[in-house]
């Protein structure tokens, strides 16, 4: 066997939750290791002590002055070793995660440099914010769509974001979708108790529509007294418990914090349903995995959701921010274990089409066609 062709997967690898990280993880432990050889490009910054809820632009100042200096550092350090590595390790394929922002303007940096280097490029959009990003870009969008142009394939989520990205890029757009192991919730069904237990679980837990579970939970608990919200994923939990603690609602909700591996999925095995009232997605990979456990979901009709839940088969749609339909849609769950069951095996049946193995192949055909070029 010849040598392994090289492939540079660049992207936030370090950060404690996110898609993109969630992303690279499994891409490097898939079936592509047998075929390439994987260099991962870890772009994380620093580790933000606290937030203040800024968004685009600004979120670079969510941690203070210090911690967005701190990240401009690590930025102008990671753009002055990527040249290195492309010398040293002299790839055939970079492929770069890339969200909105700031993410993406480093991004367009490690495509140009990719470019002169030779190597062929792929610019994989991910990011909840990608298509705010694009559509309030202004006197940018010029720029956006040379960076797009400037690559040799551009990946999309899903068929609806190849759709939008196709106004800025003119190349190849190929749709991949994030990637879920299936082969973990290949479990025997649980007796779960007598709780019923709804899962959020996700980074950025304001963007996720926590404060609409708040304001849902005590029309829930007013209809089936059961009912217990787990919370999990956030970094900085301790800022939303004050907003559960009026009333007789704080033995209604758990905080698991950050989770990940085996305890991630017992959380998931644990829950009875899934619930995702987004502002902003792209397509949410522990959505994916609840769906994968045998979940129901109720989410919101923001970014990929649609094209994977549809109305009252595999799960509820809502419009962000109606806390009102999500406490029905809630109740209409917890109170129906036949139609929980019907909507999970119809949700484990779908995943499959996500599995890790079948992204994988989706990547190597890129990755085949790119290095024939």
């Not at 010849?2 to 432990?29: D, H, T």
């Not at 140009?112 to 994989?124: E, P, T």
């Not at 899903?158 to 973990?184: D, H, M």
């Not at 779960?192 to 708040?214: E, H």
């Amino acid at each position: 066997m010849g040598e392994k062709a090289r492939v540079v997967l660049v992207g936030a690898l370090a950060s404690p939750v996110g898609g993109i990280r969630a992303f690279m993880e499994q891409i490097l432990n898939s079936k592509l290791k047998e075929r390439y050889e994987l260099i991962p490009f870890n772009t994380a910054r620093p580790l933000k002590n606290q937030v203040s809820g800024l968004r685009g632009y600004m979120s670079l100042f969510n941690a203070g002055i210090m911690r967005a200096c701190l990240g401009v550092a690590v930025t102008l350090t990671n753009l002055f070793k990527f040249p290195l590595v492309l010398l040293k390790k002299r790839p055939r394929i970079v492929h770069i995660n890339t969200s909105s922002y700031w993410v993406f303007w480093e991004s367009a940096a490690y495509v140009l440099l990719s470019k002169m280097a030779g190597c062929r490029v792929i610019l994989h959009v991910h990011g909840s914010e990608s298509k705010r990003f694009c559509d309030k870009s202004g006197i940018l969008r010029p720029l956006i769509t040379l960076v797009f142009n400037r690559t040799d394939v551009v990946v999309a989520l899903s068929e609806s974001w190849r759709q939008y990205l196709s106004g800025f890029a003119c190349v190849n757009i190929k749709v991949v979708p994030n990637p879920v192991n299936t082969s973990i919730f290949n479990l025997k069904a649980q007796e779960k108790g007598d709780k019923i237990r709804a899962l959020l679980l996700g980074s950025d837990w304001r963007r996720k529509g926590v404060y609409d579970v708040f304001k849902a939970a005590p029309l829930i608990v007013g209809k089936d007294k059961r009912m217990v919200f787990m919370l999990a994923g956030e970094e900085h939990a301790e800022k939303y418990k004050n907003a559960c603690t009026k009333g007789d609602m704080t033995k209604h909700f758990e905080f698991l914090g950050i989770i990940e591996g085996e305890a991630k999925t017992k959380a998931l095995t644990n829950a009875d349903m899934f619930i995702l009232p987004s502002y902003n997605e792209g397509l949410p990979i522990a959505m994916l995995e609840a769906m994968a456990a045998g979940l129901p979901v109720v989410s919101t009709r923001v970014g990929a959701i649609p094209e994977v839940i549809e109305e009252g088969v595999n799960g509820f749609l809502i419009e962000p921010g109606d806390f009102n339909t999500l406490a029905d849609r809630v109740i209409k769950l917890a109170g129906d274990g036949r139609l929980r069951r019907s909507m999970g095996e119809r949700n484990r049946m779908k995943a499959r089409q996500y599995d890790i193995n079948s992204v994988a192949d989706l990547l190597d055909e890129i990755y085949q066609s790119l290095e024939s070029r």
